[in-house]
């Protein structure tokens, strides 16, 4: 248990100081989502902005801050003025200053002597500095403190796998869904479905729109990216200027502002417009290709060749200077969806048959393939050592040799432990964003727009898209901000096929790219000083990456409920989650003029999202 001095008299002080316990965070939980419900962090925002007192910041409030630097680090007043301080845990994002938990960070004196002058550093940074200079007697709680905090880690969305897992469940009973008209027994590849339709068991496959969709928040490397796109577009959507396009998504030459109630949108009430599309990849990301799977899968998992993609006017969700977004269905295979899953008791009767075949003389697998050995001791590792190292003692460990006979399992049918007693199908759609140009006499200029957006997801280094645990503290912010995502997954950026009729025809047809739904766009006069100054974080974290964004407005910024390691109806506005978006503008930083061309943003930024910070 840690004290907190404090001035005033709280109900809960206790002869002048506020006791918190350090706290240790469930497994997938950063320190952000733990607060909302933790009772010793309440009660230090209840004195922090002085709801006692009867002052305005109450729960509500736009100035109420939930997030600040609450801890003085003690110096010796002979110590040493601070100096370069070595480096403290860090998420690899180019930010030096992180925390755990909001208890990480401190105000401390760079000169004992002159208490006026202080800095925000972290307890991992400070400490580090402490066992340099020998300073080891003043501060004996936080060096403590220091040691029980957590290691940065990334924080996982929930798996997708476990809602498609419930949903094939509801379908199987016939609670959700509508078949398709499709003949069963053609065992013929086609474009109606993603595989031969012989391969879906009844009612798969659904038709589009037919059920709730997740949305796609994986992670997918550019070397998982289906290479092909099957567009469904009944609606002619993707040839953007002709007549037919244009009025289905609210262009009429007669100037009449259509809705959508002027049409009817119902999957299959046209014929089905079938168009193929190619992923277009820049130089730069194709070299980085990464031909290795991520995690362990089944054996005879291959890359995804193709995915199909539906799309209706129905669907669109916004509209930019350049593009039309929609919510749109990929269809995609499910062994990328569903994590593989071993079956532990199959394991050990495979290693009883074999124990029993080696007491009687008989031929042994050894199992020596030195890469499924290597896969073998690292799950063991994960699973019986806290992920300590394997030691080459571990081999007579007989969990070990039951491990060796482990395969993993994706698409049905399943071993009689796995079976959940209904059927699944090959693939599963999911819900993501496509971005088609704007249906005006500007199309080529909105393509390049797009292309270089595309492009630009492509360069943002990995951690834009990885989730962390903890907060960083980033200049000119004094308070700490959450470490999630800058920018949405991106899942691939797809120009027509020249053997498309209409292109063939000379007739225009948008390129698309695809991405993660986050949500909607922010309106930042109801959002709180804390979630005003995690929007701003997101563009300083761009600038850390050496990146310039060149038009960061509120609709460039977007919110949705998190957190995101939750499942999505357990999502909730207390826990809300931010992104930046359209980069089609957006360039590195030139290092000569890049402090005064940040600086200059920073204040645009200030102004277009109204953050009253500085």
């Known amino acids: 248990m840690s004290t907190l001095?404090?001035?005033?008299?709280?109900?809960?002080?206790?002869?002048?100081?506020?006791?918190?316990?350090?706290?240790?965070?469930?497994?997938?939980?950063?320190?952000?989502?733990?607060?909302?419900?933790?009772?010793?962090?309440?009660?230090?925002?209840?004195?922090?902005?002085?709801?006692?007192?009867?002052?305005?910041?109450?729960?509500?409030?736009?100035?109420?801050?939930?997030?600040?630097v609450l801890l003085q680090w003690p110096r010796n007043p002979d110590g040493p003025p601070m100096k370069i301080t070595p480096r403290g845990k860090d998420t690899g994002n180019g930010c030096e200053l992180w925390g755990?938990?909001?208890?990480?960070?401190?105000?401390?004196?760079?000169?004992?002597?002159?208490?006026?002058?202080?800095?925000?550093?972290?307890?991992?940074?400070?400490?580090?500095?402490m066992k340099e200079i020998g300073e080891l007697d003043w501060a004996q709680n936080q060096l403590k403190q220091a040691e029980l905090e957590e290691e940065p880690h990334q924080i996982i969305p929930f798996p997708i796998g476990q809602f498609l897992e419930v949903l094939e469940d509801q379908v199987w009973k016939g609670c959700t869904g509508k078949?398709?008209?499709?003949?069963?027994?053609?065992?013929?590849?086609?474009?109606?479905?993603?595989?031969?339709?012989?391969?879906?068991?009844?009612?798969?496959?659904?038709?589009?729109?037919?059920?709730?969709?997740?949305?796609l928040q994986k992670i997918f490397p550019h070397s998982f990216l289906p290479r092909k796109l099957i567009v469904h577009d009944p609606w002619n959507v993707l040839e953007v200027t002709s007549r037919e396009s244009r009025r289905y998504q609210g262009y009429d030459p007669s100037g009449k502002n259509l809705t959508d109630a002027t049409f009817d949108f119902k999957w299959g009430s046209k014929p089905d417009l079938i168009r193929t599309y190619n992923l277009r990849l820049t130089e730069e990301a194709a070299k980085r290709q990464n031909p290795q799977h991520i995690g362990s899968r089944p054996e005879g998992y291959q890359i995804c060749p193709a995915a199909h993609l539906y799309i209706t006017p129905k669907r669109r969700i916004?509209?930019?200077?350049?593009?039309?977004?929609?919510?749109?269905?990929?269809?995609?295979?499910?062994?990328?969806?569903?994590?593989?899953?071993?079956?532990?008791?199959?394991?050990?009767?495979?290693?009883?048959?074999?124990?029993?075949?080696?007491?009687?003389?008989?031929?042994?697998?050894?199992?020596?393939?030195?890469?499924?050995?290597?896969?073998?001791?690292?799950?063991?590792?994960?699973?019986?050592?806290?992920?300590?190292?394997?030691?080459?003692?571990?081999?007579?460990?007989?969990?070990?040799?039951?491990?060796?006979?482990?395969?993993?399992?994706?698409?049905?049918?399943?071993?009689?432990?796995?079976?959940?007693?209904?059927?699944?199908?090959?693939?599963?759609?999911?819900?993501?964003?496509?971005?088609?140009?704007?249906?005006?006499?500007?199309?080529?200029?909105?393509?390049?727009?797009?292309?270089?957006?595309?492009?630009a997801y492509q360069e943002f280094p990995r951690h834009m898209f990885e989730h962390w645990n903890g907060y960083n503290v980033l200049q000119p912010l004094k308070d700490p901000t959450p470490v999630g995502a800058v920018v949405p997954q991106f899942y691939g950026f797809y120009v027509p096929d020249e053997e498309n009729e209409a292109v063939k025809a000379g007739r225009y047809m948008s390129p698309i790219l695809l991405l993660e739904h986050c949500g909607v766009q922010v309106d930042t006069q109801r959002l709180t000083m804390d979630q005003?100054?995690?929007?701003?974080?997101?563009?300083?974290?761009?600038?850390?990456?050496?990146?310039?964004?060149?038009?960061?407005?509120?609709?460039?910024?977007?919110?949705?409920?998190?957190p995101l390691s939750f499942a999505p109806p357990q999502r909730s506005k207390n826990h809300l989650r931010f992104r930046l978006i359209d980069f089609g503008r957006t360039e590195k930083a030139n290092p000569d003029h890049a402090f005064n061309n940040q600086s200059a943003e920073f204040s645009r930024a200030n102004e277009n999202l109204m953050l009253e910070m500085f």
């Open 5 to 68: 001095k404090i001035e005033k008299d709280p109900e809960e002080q206790v002869g002048g100081y506020l006791t918190f316990n350090y706290p240790k965070l469930p497994e997938n939980v950063d320190f952000e989502t733990f607060r909302k419900t933790d009772d010793d962090w309440q009660k230090i925002m209840t004195w922090y902005n002085g709801e006692k007192s009867g002052t305005k910041n109450v729960e509500g409030s736009r100035y109420r801050k939930e997030r600040f």
């Open 100 to 129: 755990a938990t909001l208890y990480d960070f401190y105000r401390i004196h760079r000169i004992p002597s002159c208490p006026n002058l202080s800095t925000i550093s972290s307890g991992s940074k400070l400490a580090a500095w």
């Open 179 to 215: 078949s398709m008209d499709i003949d069963r027994k053609d065992d013929k590849e086609g474009n109606l479905c993603l595989y031969r339709p012989s391969l879906y068991p009844a009612p798969w496959p659904l038709k589009p729109f037919s059920t709730p969709v997740a949305r």
């Open 318 to 455: 916004g509209k930019g200077h350049h593009s039309f977004v929609y919510q749109v269905e990929l269809e995609l295979p499910r062994d990328m969806l569903v994590d593989p899953k071993m079956c532990f008791q199959c394991a050990v009767e495979k290693f009883t048959v074999d124990w029993e075949k080696r007491k009687h003389g008989g031929n042994d697998d050894e199992r020596n393939d030195t890469k499924a050995d290597k896969d073998v001791q690292q799950l063991y590792s994960l699973m019986f050592k806290n992920n300590e190292p394997f030691q080459e003692a571990d081999r007579l460990d007989q969990r070990y040799q039951v491990l060796k006979h482990i395969t993993w399992q994706c698409r049905p049918p399943f071993c009689k432990h796995l079976d959940r007693g209904t059927r699944a199908p090959p693939s599963q759609k999911v819900s993501v964003t496509a971005k088609l140009t704007l249906p005006d006499d500007r199309v080529e200029a909105h393509s390049r727009h797009l292309r270089d957006e595309a492009a």
């Open 532 to 562: 005003r100054q995690e929007c701003f974080s997101l563009l300083r974290r761009l600038h850390a990456a050496g990146y310039l964004h060149n038009s960061i407005y509120q609709r460039n910024i977007l919110m949705q409920y998190g």
